[in-house]
């Protein structure tokens, strides 16, 4: 994530008007969250596209809302490393008898 984020910001960096302010940060992230659930709507819904549409994949997509989600994280001066690696403890921890285990599914 470290060289992710480095990417990213040697790209930022390139231009004048550098980071958009947080708020604008998150607009972009609602907009592009939105094309994600449009194209897994189109893929995997019952909302089928329109022959008119351009065609774009949930690939795609994923992309553009990880790339906001780094320029997010970079303008915070938050490091995704830590950041991951604190929702994971907290999913190993309070999380950890939550759901049934593969393993586990033989021992009932």
């Keep these: 994530m470290k060289e992710l984020q480095q ?9 004048k008007e ?3 302010s947080p708020l604008a940060l998150l607009a972009r992230l609602t907009e592009e969250l939105g094309e994600l659930a449009r194209e897994v709507n189109h893929y995997y ?6 022959p008119s ?3 774009k994949t949930v690939e795609e997509e994923l992309g ?8 997010m994280a970079n303008r915070l001066h938050i490091g995704l490393d830590t950041a991951l690696e604190r929702v994971l403890t907290k999913f190993n921890t309070r999380d950890k008898n939550r759901w049934t285990r ?5 021992k009932r």
Excluded: A, N
């Design 7 to 15: 990417d990213v910001d040697g790209y930022i960096r390139q231009f």
């Design 102 to 106: 593969i393993s586990d599914e033989g």
């Design 18 to 20: 550098g980071y958009f």
């Design 64 to 71: 553009d809302l990880m790339f906001v989600v780094i320029c």
């Design 45 to 50: 819904g019952e909302k089928k596209k329109k």
């Design 53 to 55: 549409e351009p065609e």
